[in-house]
Every structure is written in C-alpha cells, then in structure tokens.
C-alpha cells in the first residue's frame, strides 16, 4: 500500500512564505512525475506545480516566479516552497505522485490559508 503523507500547511499572512512537504512510503517503485495540485473551496482542484525524475518542472502561470518545487529520488520526497504569498492561493493543497505506468497517488491533503 502506497501512502503519501504532506506536512508544511498553515495559516500565514499575505506577502509571507509557506514549505510544503510530501514523503512517499510503501510499495511504490519506478516514481516518475512528483506535483502538487490545490482545490480552493467551490472550485475544481488544478495543478500547481510537477517535476519528473530528471528535474524537469512545470508551473501554473498564477505560481510561477513565487512557488519553486525539488524532490529527493533516494528519499521519495517532493516540496513545494511557497513565497510572495496572496489570498487567493488559499486552498487544500494535495501531493501527487505517479509512477511510469501512469498510476497516480494522492496525498489526503493540508490546507493552506493567507489572510490579507
């Protein structure tokens, strides 16, 4: 069994910073993309941003410039560092992980508020 577990969430203020962490333990072998995604309340849940085994990154336009995400391959570890924060990045923010076959795995979630 496969189990992501996210920490770094938080209450901050805007302008502030935030580090999410999500570690990945069990049976899963051959990691290929490493993410994070969010669900803000009555919206769909969006990617925010992915990394591949060798490092290549992808953002959303409304976090590039202020969110940096790395991973460890030995510690099947990804975060997501979170600067400049605004408001409207608040939401649940869930760790992805999908191995070469395409399955993916979903953390349970850590909520991310920024007060004006």
Do not use: H
């Amino acid at each position: 069994q496969v189990q992501l577990v996210e920490s770094g969430g938080g209450l901050v203020q805007a302008g502030g910073s935030l580090r999410l962490s999500c570690a990945a333990s069990g049976s899963i072998t051959s990691i290929n993309v490493m993410g994070w995604y969010r669900q803000a309340p009555g919206k769909q849940r969006e990617l925010v941003a992915t990394i591949t085994r060798i490092d290549s990154t992808n953002y959303a336009d409304s976090v590039k410039g202020r969110f940096t995400i790395s991973r460890d391959n030995a510690k099947k570890t990804v975060s997501l560092q979170m600067n400049s924060l605004k408001p409207e990045d608040t939401a649940v923010y869930y760790c992805n992980v999908e191995n070469v076959f395409r399955v993916k795995y979903w953390g349970q979630g850590t909520q991310v508020t920024v007060s004006s």
